[in-house]
């Protein structure tokens, strides 16, 4: 095939680059004018800026294909040209809409599995949000047959696409907006990289489960508890130090108010950065030792074992979880509660602010529930009421109501405590506020997964608790506030699970002493303890786990 022959193909190929790149930045413009944040405009144009610098160099390989061969081959190579630009353009398509999330806990996707990617479309897309794959899908279909010319401009040519090169170049110095190029970023970074450490083993092979006991004596508790009523508020993603600096520390806030009723817990710890497994550390004493949302099912056996709600329910408490999710098929324990109530369940929500640029992000501000949790108190001689707070699980809810997370919470406590005296249930409350997790986008740093924890109640005495704990410790905490038990013995160490987009762990000495290591890569991102150490206290836990619990066979 001579080059006037080949040439038509290349144009064509090159027409529909400019094409998907137009219809890309179409994308981002509506996305950034939905997500009506300022601050977004900068991540958005050099995301975009991205995208065309990989749509030319994509575009690039295509033309070269489209003018290699002869006849049937070459148009072979033509069609697989524009698969190969097509393909990464629609799954281009995607990122805008959820921009603001990525930024806040960035993943590498070259790192997702089967069980990750199946979890992200199926719980946290939808199908429906597919649609902007479509819109480039038509646009590059559109663009092989759109009358415009793309005439060779030889060197003008070259010398565009090397500034655009070199314009995405500069804006690499830090992580990009762009989930492709972050990812080339994050697996360039280790690349060559000997490891530290092997990979963590899930066989169970001659290992002996351990028995499924109550964490505590739930009877007992009952007996003697001082309250009827357990109210524990689940806060989204707080750290004890924005706790300690933007809700203790806040001048006629929450806290100062009733300071002197409430105990303060310094060094608690989550076990697992996302919130199902921290919920499930919470409601049963038991840490799940992998990534929570990839393949969840192989440990929905933990879902059966002996909980707070059960122990509860059995002794006279009702029970009620809430939420003000759209969505939410990942509740801890759902057989054991008596009542689970979602955002469909509140009845007209018209007054409440509420955000839903993707499924799992669906949801309206908590303050809509509060009249729920007490008409259910109320209702009750003894409760038990789990609310799982939504404010702030996404960045939409800050540029909505112009409210920070630990704004918004003082508020909310607020006016639950005022709900609750004047219905006559606060003397009779034990109320306790806890984060699930920290910033899920920081998974090696132990400080991020210090949570607070405070106790509230008319009989409490004001103090700070500053031994190791964490959420296994839950249940006994819980107990000696509610009925005068035995407070837990303090921890020598604690475990740590990162975030589901990779398999991090880690632990933490009462000492001081860390180490967080990725199991993909074997590597030690951040601590002064020993790898091998690290490595195979946390492989010891995992078999006795997968021997417990039978659902996580391989």
Not at 82 to 111: C, E, K, S, T, W
Not at 173 to 197: I, T
Not at 253 to 268: I, L, T, V, W
């Amino acid at each position: 095939m001579t080059e006037r022959e080949s040439w038509p193909r290349a144009e064509t190929l090159l027409r529909s680059a400019t094409v998907l790149a137009l219809a890309l930045l179409f994308l981002h413009v509506i996305a950034w004018a939905g997500q009506r944040d300022p601050g977004l405009l900068l991540p958005h144009a050099v995301g975009w800026l991205h995208d065309c610098a990989i749509l030319a160099l994509l575009a690039g390989v295509a033309a070269a294909l489209a003018r290699l061969g002869r006849r049937t081959w070459a148009r072979v190579a033509f069609h697989a040209g524009f698969g190969l630009l097509l393909a990464p353009a629609m799954v281009l398509a995607l990122y805008p809409r959820i921009l603001p999330v990525f930024l806040a806990a960035p993943a590498n996707i070259f790192a997702a599995d089967a069980a990750t990617a199946g979890t992200f479309f199926r719980h946290y897309l939808g199908v429906g949000a597919l649609w902007p794959s479509a819109v480039v899908l038509a646009a590059g279909v559109a663009g092989r047959r759109i009358p415009f010319r793309i005439r060779r401009a030889g060197r003008r040519g070259f010398f565009a696409t090397l500034a655009l090169l070199l314009l995405t170049g500069l804006t690499l110095g830090r992580d990009s907006p762009n989930p492709v190029v972050f990812g080339l970023q994050e697996s360039l970074r280790h690349l060559g990289k000997p490891r530290a450490v092997p990979r963590l083993s899930t066989s169970f092979d001659d290992v002996a489960g351990s028995p499924l006991e109550p964490a505590v004596d739930w009877s007992a508790a009952a007996r003697a508890a001082r309250y009827d009523h357990l109210l524990l508020a689940v806060l989204e993603g707080v750290t004890a130090a924005d706790f300690e600096t933007a809700f203790i520390q806040r001048p006629r806030g929450f806290f100062e108010r009733h300071r002197q009723h409430a105990q303060y817990y310094s060094r608690y710890y989550a076990t697992n950065l996302d919130s199902y497994t921290a919920l499930l550390a919470m409601t049963t004493a038991v840490q799940v030792p992998f990534r929570a949302y990839a393949t969840p099912e192989r440990y929905a056996a933990v879902n059966d074992a002996p909980n707070i709600l059960r122990g509860l329910r059995s002794n006279g408490f009702r029970t009620l979880f809430v939420s003000t999710y759209a969505y939410q098929p990942f509740v801890p324990n759902p057989r054991d509660w008596e009542k689970i109530l979602g955002r469909r369940d509140l009845g007209d929500l018209g007054q409440w602010i509420s955000v839903g640029s993707n499924r799992m992000e669906a949801a309206t501000e908590d303050r809509a529930a509060l009249p729920a949790i007490v008409e259910f108190m109320t209702a009750q001689p003894r409760s038990f009421v789990l609310a799982e707070l939504v404010f702030g699980h996404s960045p939409e809810w800050r540029v909505k109501t112009g409210l920070a997370p630990l704004d918004y919470y003082d508020r909310y406590l607020g006016e639950l405590w005022g709900r609750l005296a004047d219905a006559g249930l606060s003397a009779r409350t034990l109320l306790v506020v806890v984060s699930d997790h920290g910033d899920r986008s920081r998974p090696a740093e132990p400080e991020n997964y210090r949570v607070p924890l405070l106790v509230l109640g008319e009989d409490q005495e004001q103090g700070v608790d500053d031994a190791l704990r964490s959420h296994l410790d839950f249940q006994g905490i819980i107990t000696h506030h509610l009925a005068g038990l035995a407070m837990p013995a303090a921890r020598s160490a604690v475990t740590f699970v990162g975030s589901t987009e990779r398999w991090t762990y880690g632990m933490l000495l009462a000492t001081g002493e860390y180490a967080f290591l990725d199991d993909r890569t074997g590597r030690l991102l951040a601590g002064n303890l020993s790898p091998g150490f690290v490595h195979e206290a946390f492989q010891a836990q995992v078999p006795r786990f997968a021997a417990t619990f039978l659902g996580l066979r391989q």
